[in-house]
Protein backbone atom coordinates (compact mmCIF):
# COMPACT_ATOMS: atom_id res chain seq x y z
CA UNK A 1 0.00 0.00 0.00
CA UNK A 2 1.49 3.32 -1.16
CA UNK A 3 1.41 6.17 1.67
CA UNK A 4 0.92 9.88 0.78
CA UNK A 5 3.09 11.56 3.10
CA UNK A 6 3.52 15.94 3.46
CA UNK A 7 6.22 17.86 5.08
CA UNK A 8 4.36 20.25 7.88
CA UNK A 9 4.50 23.12 5.21
CA UNK A 10 2.93 20.94 2.90
CA UNK A 11 0.33 19.84 5.41
CA UNK A 12 -0.76 23.91 6.37
CA UNK A 13 -1.76 24.47 2.83
CA UNK A 14 -3.61 21.58 2.56
CA UNK A 15 -5.66 22.29 5.59
CA UNK A 16 -5.70 26.10 5.22
CA UNK A 17 -3.52 26.63 8.07
CA UNK A 18 -0.75 28.25 9.33
CA UNK A 19 2.78 25.88 9.92
CA UNK A 20 2.58 26.85 13.43
CA UNK A 21 -1.07 25.67 13.77
CA UNK A 22 0.04 22.02 11.98
CA UNK A 23 3.19 22.41 14.85
CA UNK A 24 0.75 23.10 17.95
CA UNK A 25 -1.63 19.95 16.67
CA UNK A 26 1.51 17.79 16.75
CA UNK A 27 2.52 18.85 19.54
CA UNK A 28 -0.60 18.46 21.43
CA UNK A 29 -1.44 14.94 20.18
CA UNK A 30 -4.08 15.80 17.91
CA UNK A 31 -2.24 15.11 15.02
CA UNK A 32 0.40 11.89 14.59
CA UNK A 33 2.93 11.97 12.62
CA UNK A 34 6.38 9.88 11.27
CA UNK A 35 10.17 10.57 10.76
CA UNK A 36 11.67 10.62 7.21
CA UNK A 37 15.38 9.48 6.64
CA UNK A 38 16.31 12.52 7.99
CA UNK A 39 14.53 12.73 10.84
CA UNK A 40 12.22 15.62 9.52
CA UNK A 41 8.36 15.08 10.99
CA UNK A 42 5.74 13.92 8.08
CA UNK A 43 1.94 13.87 7.46
CA UNK A 44 -0.06 10.93 6.41
CA UNK A 45 -2.90 12.04 3.84
CA UNK A 46 -5.36 9.96 5.79
CA UNK A 47 -4.40 11.30 9.42
CA UNK A 48 -5.15 14.77 7.86
CA UNK A 49 -8.34 13.36 7.02
CA UNK A 50 -8.89 11.96 10.21
CA UNK A 51 -8.20 15.29 11.70
CA UNK A 52 -9.54 17.60 9.51
CA UNK A 53 -11.87 16.10 7.08
CA UNK A 54 -13.72 18.44 4.75
CA UNK A 55 -10.83 21.05 5.43
CA UNK A 56 -8.28 18.75 4.31
CA UNK A 57 -8.47 20.14 -0.03
CA UNK A 58 -5.58 18.01 -1.20
CA UNK A 59 -4.75 19.53 -4.16
CA UNK A 60 -3.32 22.99 -2.57
CA UNK A 61 -0.13 21.25 -1.89
CA UNK A 62 2.28 22.15 -4.11
CA UNK A 63 4.83 19.75 -5.40
CA UNK A 64 2.86 16.63 -3.50
CA UNK A 65 2.57 13.05 -4.34
CA UNK A 66 3.31 9.53 -2.95
CA UNK A 67 6.80 8.75 -0.90
CA UNK A 68 7.90 6.63 -2.82
CA UNK A 69 6.46 7.38 -6.38
CA UNK A 70 7.54 10.63 -9.11
CA UNK A 71 4.71 12.55 -9.24
CA UNK A 72 2.56 12.51 -12.67
CA UNK A 73 3.26 15.25 -14.90
CA UNK A 74 0.74 18.17 -14.44
CA UNK A 75 -1.20 17.43 -17.40
CA UNK A 76 -2.25 14.26 -15.23
CA UNK A 77 -2.54 15.42 -12.15
CA UNK A 78 -5.15 17.90 -13.39
CA UNK A 79 -7.05 16.09 -15.71
CA UNK A 80 -7.29 13.82 -12.45
CA UNK A 81 -8.39 16.53 -10.28
CA UNK A 82 -11.67 15.39 -10.46
CA UNK A 83 -11.08 11.54 -9.51
CA UNK A 84 -8.76 12.51 -6.66
CA UNK A 85 -11.74 14.34 -5.04
CA UNK A 86 -14.44 11.96 -5.44
CA UNK A 87 -11.73 9.54 -3.74
CA UNK A 88 -11.07 12.12 -1.18
CA UNK A 89 -14.62 11.99 -0.20
CA UNK A 90 -15.44 8.35 -0.18
CA UNK A 91 -12.68 7.93 1.94
CA UNK A 92 -14.39 10.70 4.69
CA UNK A 93 -17.27 8.57 3.87
CA UNK A 94 -15.99 5.62 4.75
CA UNK A 95 -14.01 6.54 7.79
CA UNK A 96 -17.06 8.55 9.07
CA UNK A 97 -18.65 4.82 9.41
CA UNK A 98 -15.67 3.39 10.71
CA UNK A 99 -16.10 6.28 13.45
CA UNK A 100 -20.32 5.12 13.63
CA UNK A 101 -19.13 1.52 14.23
CA UNK A 102 -16.16 2.48 16.66
CA UNK A 103 -18.68 4.88 18.64
CA UNK A 104 -21.41 1.84 18.65
CA UNK A 105 -18.64 -0.68 20.35
CA UNK A 106 -17.62 1.74 22.70
CA UNK A 107 -21.64 1.87 23.85
CA UNK A 108 -21.90 -1.35 24.15
CA UNK A 109 -18.44 -1.50 26.41
CA UNK A 110 -19.92 1.05 28.20
CA UNK A 111 -22.75 -0.97 28.72
CA UNK A 112 -20.61 -3.88 30.06
CA UNK A 113 -19.11 -1.63 32.41
CA UNK A 114 -22.21 -0.13 33.87
CA UNK A 115 -22.85 -3.85 34.64
CA UNK A 116 -19.63 -4.21 36.11
CA UNK A 117 -20.35 -1.18 38.07
CA UNK A 118 -24.01 -2.62 39.33
CA UNK A 119 -21.93 -5.60 40.50
CA UNK A 120 -19.75 -3.63 42.80
CA UNK A 121 -22.02 -1.79 43.86
CA UNK A 122 -24.47 -4.71 44.82
CA UNK A 123 -23.66 -5.88 48.76
CA UNK A 124 -25.19 -8.71 48.44
CA UNK A 125 -22.90 -10.54 45.80
CA UNK A 126 -20.51 -12.37 46.88
CA UNK A 127 -16.75 -11.65 46.57
CA UNK A 128 -15.71 -14.54 44.56
CA UNK A 129 -18.77 -14.59 42.65
CA UNK A 130 -18.54 -10.64 41.66
CA UNK A 131 -14.84 -11.05 41.02
CA UNK A 132 -15.56 -13.96 38.72
CA UNK A 133 -18.08 -12.03 36.79
CA UNK A 134 -16.38 -9.00 36.34
CA UNK A 135 -12.90 -11.38 35.14
CA UNK A 136 -15.70 -12.83 32.52
CA UNK A 137 -16.91 -9.40 31.25
CA UNK A 138 -13.95 -7.66 31.28
CA UNK A 139 -12.52 -10.77 29.12
CA UNK A 140 -15.42 -10.77 26.75
CA UNK A 141 -14.93 -7.20 26.15
CA UNK A 142 -11.46 -6.84 25.73
CA UNK A 143 -12.04 -10.02 22.97
CA UNK A 144 -15.30 -8.14 20.98
CA UNK A 145 -12.99 -5.12 20.79
CA UNK A 146 -9.79 -6.70 19.46
CA UNK A 147 -12.22 -8.65 16.73
CA UNK A 148 -13.51 -5.84 16.01
CA UNK A 149 -10.91 -3.66 15.56
CA UNK A 150 -8.76 -6.09 13.49
CA UNK A 151 -11.82 -6.53 11.05
CA UNK A 152 -11.86 -2.88 10.27
CA UNK A 153 -8.61 -2.17 10.16
CA UNK A 154 -8.28 -5.07 7.89
CA UNK A 155 -11.11 -3.64 5.55
CA UNK A 156 -9.82 -0.46 5.75
CA UNK A 157 -6.16 -1.42 4.34
CA UNK A 158 -8.12 -3.70 1.71
CA UNK A 159 -10.01 -0.40 0.31
CA UNK A 160 -6.80 1.69 0.31
CA UNK A 161 -5.39 -1.05 -1.69
CA UNK A 162 -7.88 -1.35 -4.44
CA UNK A 163 -8.14 2.58 -4.18
CA UNK A 164 -4.41 2.90 -4.88
CA UNK A 165 -4.48 0.48 -7.39
CA UNK A 166 -7.29 1.87 -9.16
CA UNK A 167 -5.62 5.43 -9.27
CA UNK A 168 -2.13 4.13 -10.60
CA UNK A 169 -4.29 2.04 -13.21
CA UNK A 170 -5.69 6.02 -14.56
CA UNK A 171 -2.55 7.10 -14.37
CA UNK A 172 -0.84 4.69 -16.27
CA UNK A 173 -3.69 4.94 -18.86
CA UNK A 174 -2.77 8.60 -19.36
CA UNK A 175 0.49 8.05 -19.68
CA UNK A 176 0.78 5.59 -22.04
CA UNK A 177 -1.59 7.59 -24.55
CA UNK A 178 -0.60 8.95 -27.53
CA UNK A 179 0.23 13.08 -28.13
CA UNK A 180 -2.79 12.49 -30.37
CA UNK A 181 -4.94 10.44 -28.27
CA UNK A 182 -4.43 13.09 -25.49
CA UNK A 183 -5.12 16.12 -27.50
CA UNK A 184 -8.22 14.48 -29.96
CA UNK A 185 -9.62 11.87 -27.33
Known sequence: MTKTTFNLTQAGRIIGKSRATVQRALASGKLSYELDENQNR???ADELIRVYGDQAKFDRAEGRGPATEAPPPEATRSELSPQFLKLQDQLISQYRGEVERLESALKRAQEGQNLITS????????????????EAQAETIANRLASQNNEQLKRLETRHEKETAQLKKLVQ?????????????
Open 119 to 134: LIEDQRSSEAKWQATF
Open 173 to 185: AERSKSLWRKLFG
Open 42 to 44: IVR
